[in-house]
Each structure stands twice: as structure tokens, then as C-alpha cells.
């Protein structure tokens, strides 16, 4: 149907090569969030022309989606789709 699929893996994933003089076990879910994930967008609209894209996360990268389009309000981002992702944790019971 014409649209593109980019796949991201995120650094600590274990099919991800990790920067000289680290291993996959240094990365932190901040720059998941601040790093990755801003880096990941703005490469795929520089590569493709588009002002905005469609995403889709499963799991723990539905998770840092919706904590992407709230830290950059949205930037980059057409829609979001969640698959299998919990993005709201005040009802957890905490014993």
C-alpha cells in the first residue's frame, strides 16, 4: 500500500552492535528515550521526505512511544499505535 517499514531494535536488544567500548548491557531506558528513539525519527524523515510518520510499538516500545510523544509533544509522529503495551500504572497493587 505504498508506505515504508523501518524496524528498530533498541540498543540493549540483543541483536544490537554496540558502540565502541560498550556492551549492549550499558544502555539505560533514558537514552532509549532521549537518544534512540529521537534519532531513529528524524533519520527515517530525513531518509524518506515525509514531515511525519505512522508508528507502531509492541510491548516495551509502545511504552517509550507514548513516553516519546509526551516528552517531544508528538514531533515527528502522524499517528501511535500500541500493541501488548501498558501505558497507564496507577491501579497496580503494590504490596
Known amino acids: 500500500h505504498g508506505y515504508d517499514v523501518w524496524l528498530l531494535d533498541f540498543r540493549g536488544d540483543r541483536s ?4 565502541p567500548g560498550r ?4 544502555a539505560t531506558p533514558d537514552e532509549y528515550l532521549l537518544e534512540d528513539l ?7 524523515l530525513d531518509q524518506t521526505g515525509h514531515e511525519t510518520l505512522h508508528a507502531v510499538g509492541h ?6 512511544l507514548c513516553a ?16 501488548g503495551s501498558p ?4 491501579n497496580l497493587d503494590h504490596h
Open 16 to 19: 544490537a552492535t554496540p558502540a
Open 59 to 64: 510491548s516495551m516500545g509502545g511504552m517509550f
Open 38 to 44: 529521537p534519532a531513529a525519527i528524524d533519520y527515517i
Open 23 to 26: 556492551s549492549r548491557s550499558d
Open 87 to 90: 501505558v497507564e500504572f496507577s
Open 68 to 83: 516519546y510523544a509526551i516528552e517531544f509533544e508528538g514531533y515527528g509522529l502522524a499517528s501511535l499505535t500500541t500493541i
